[in-house]
């Protein structure tokens, strides 16, 4: 027998918290209106693990369980997983769905909904990377994930790319579609923000907080003319973010938005 485990869980951390939670033996999620239906065998429910992933979030642990009837969750959930267009040239697609003639595919290996690009945030940035045309240019993809970004940098002619992820899980689905894509110029590491170099470009689509924690650090690892590409918050939030930018003199170039969340390109002068 299964269990349906229901947890309310903020938007923003729903595919963070997703990835956790699969990490810990989960085998299938479901995501509506802010509540995520996870599935385990009964044997199998740890609520001390479930609890350490809710608590290291604020994510109040008063879930729900209930017994339900077997099921095939890997099979449900990919029958109802579609392909991501990210424009008439880019598809984001998993490993069982069918091969495009797509000039830009990107090949990934979801771990259930997680990175997948679903994500307005992940759209919004790998739709601008097609405005900055990286080519020729040092990338670094900060908060990686699966690696969609990095990948996407590589088959737009990006010279080479650090992606960085603090998570072995991160690393892991990075390496495993960089593979997927038969990317070469993409180094992949488990990191903190101590991260080295100079860069044309930088990608964080992380969250609010951390993007302002870091930004001074971006700015620094910034060439000359360099873009800072910045997501992972709600339009409400730009405001903090164009504060900052007066700040450290960098110049704002574009601010785009779906779905109430926010992208913004950011040129250090």
């Known amino acids: 027998m299964y269990s349906e485990i229901t947890i309310n869980c903020p938007e923003n951390l729903i595919e963070i918290v997703q990835s956790e939670l699969i990490n810990i033996g989960i085998e299938g999620i479901w995501e509506e209106n802010n509540t995520l239906k996870c599935y385990i065998r009964n044997k199998e429910i740890k609520n ?18 209930k017994s339900v009837e077997n099921k ?9 997983y579609n392909s991501v267009k990210i424009n008439d040239d880019c598809i984001i697609r998993a490993t069982f ?14 771990k259930m ?21 990286p080519e020729n240019m ?40 960089i593979k997927n894509n038969n990317c070469k110029r993409i180094s992949v590491f488990k990191r903190e923000s101590n991260f080295e170099g100079k860069f044309d470009l930088i990608l964080s689509n992380i969250t609010k907080n951390i993007n302002l924690q870091l930004i001074e650090k971006y700015h620094e690892a910034l060439k000359s003319g360099g873009i800072m590409l910045l997501s992972g918050f709600y339009i409400s939030d730009v405001i903090d973010f164009e504060k900052k930018s007066n700040e450290l003199k960098l110049e704002i ?5 779906k779905d109430n969340w926010a992208c913004i390109y950011l040129k250090k002068c």
């Open 113 to 133: 909904s997680f990175g997948t690009g679903h994500h307005s945030t992940t759209y919004l940035m790998a739709q601008s990377l097609f405005e900055i045309k």
């Open 72 to 80: 095939n969750w890997n099979a449900e959930w990919e029958s109802s």
């Open 138 to 177: 040092d990338v670094m993809d900060m908060g990686c994930g699966t690696g969609i970004l990095a990948i996407l940098s590589e088959k737009l002619g990006a010279r080479k790319i650090t992606a960085i992820d603090n998570e072995d899980w991160a690393v892991e689905n990075s390496l495993e579609n």
């Open 253 to 257: 170039l574009n601010t785009k938005s």
């Open 48 to 65: 001390e693990e479930i609890d350490f992933v809710l608590s290291k979030y604020n994510i109040n642990t008063n879930y729900q369980i």
């Open 97 to 110: 769905h069918t091969p495009t003639n797509t000039k830009y595919e990107i090949v990934i290996t979801p």
